[in-house]
């Protein structure tokens, strides 16, 4: 039994446990009192309100993580454009045939740039910190003339390094999203381990407080736990369907020559 408990899906261990808390619920009200049984009914609704905090904070940061990276893509991709466009005009001007400022770009190129766009497609926490340090090596002191003269665009250098804020700022989100993620599944699973144990206990409750010739009992244990008896018959069903198409497929199968 406790390996079949433990192939229901974690959302559908929640709905389970709220309908049982359900009807316990319904039962407690119509009496008599069982104080053995009603018990159960806080321990449900402990267990539902666990499952569903995990189910949602799992949902909810699988969520804002997807719209995470969708804005990191576009941040990374800011990057590298700017990346491209400084990379390329000081490398431009670096391979002019006739220039006074050649030299200097190309000294200049080669401190900021000594790998060209090698790093384009790092990982983006990598490409970043070459871009950061890029920037430093564009905006030091002994390069300022240079960057002058060839009229590289100051507002370029502003723009990349926004944009490789906006990325590091993302991708850190992006790593608490997955984060936020990992915490609700390891809580999960042990909201999960509850949730078994808590359902093989009452089931067998339920079972010891009716005899066998006691008919009204036993239909009502059923209707309390239905909707786990429910999935587990289904769950039986199924393994039994896979079963047989397995087993079809291996006489269906000629044998090796």
């Avoid at 321990?43 to 990191?72: F, K, M, P, S």
């Avoid at 401190?111 to 890029?134: M, S, T, W, Y």
Wanted: glycine content about 4%.
């Amino acid at each position: 039994m406790g390996a079949s408990l433990n192939q229901i899906p974690r959302a559908q261990k929640r709905d389970i446990v709220k309908k049982i808390k359900e009807n316990l619920e319904e039962r407690a009200e119509n009496g008599p009192p069982e104080p053995a049984l009603d018990i159960y009914i806080s321990e449900c609704t402990d267990i539902a309100d666990a499952l569903d905090a995990h189910v949602t904070g799992n949902v909810l940061a699988h969520a804002e993580r997807a719209a995470r990276l969708a804005q990191l893509e576009a941040a990374d991709d800011a990057v590298d454009t700017w990346y491209r466009h400084i990379e390329g005009y000081i490398g431009v001007e670096s391979r002019r045939r006739v220039s006074p400022n050649i030299l200097g770009a190309l000294a200049l190129h080669q401190a900021a740039f000594p790998d060209g766009l090698a790093h384009v497609d790092d990982p983006i926490a990598d490409e970043n910190r070459i871009c950061r340090d890029a920037l430093l090596v564009l905006r030091a002191p002994e390069h300022v003339a240079t960057l002058q003269v060839i009229e590289l665009p100051a507002i370029w250098l502003e723009r990349w390094e926004t944009a490789i804020d906006k990325s590091d700022a993302l991708l850190a989100e992006v790593e608490k999203a997955r984060t936020d993620k990992r915490a609700h599944v390891d809580a999960g699973r042990d909201a999960e381990t509850e949730w078994v144990e808590l359902m093989v206990r009452l089931r067998r409750y339920v079972a010891s407080r009716a005899k066998r010739s006691d008919a009204s009992r036993i239909q009502e244990g059923k209707k309390l736990l239905a909707p786990l008896l429910d999935a587990m018959a289904k769950l039986r069903a199924e393994s039994a369907a896979r079963a047989t198409r397995k087993e079809n497929g291996k006489l269906e199968t000629p044998a090796a020559g």
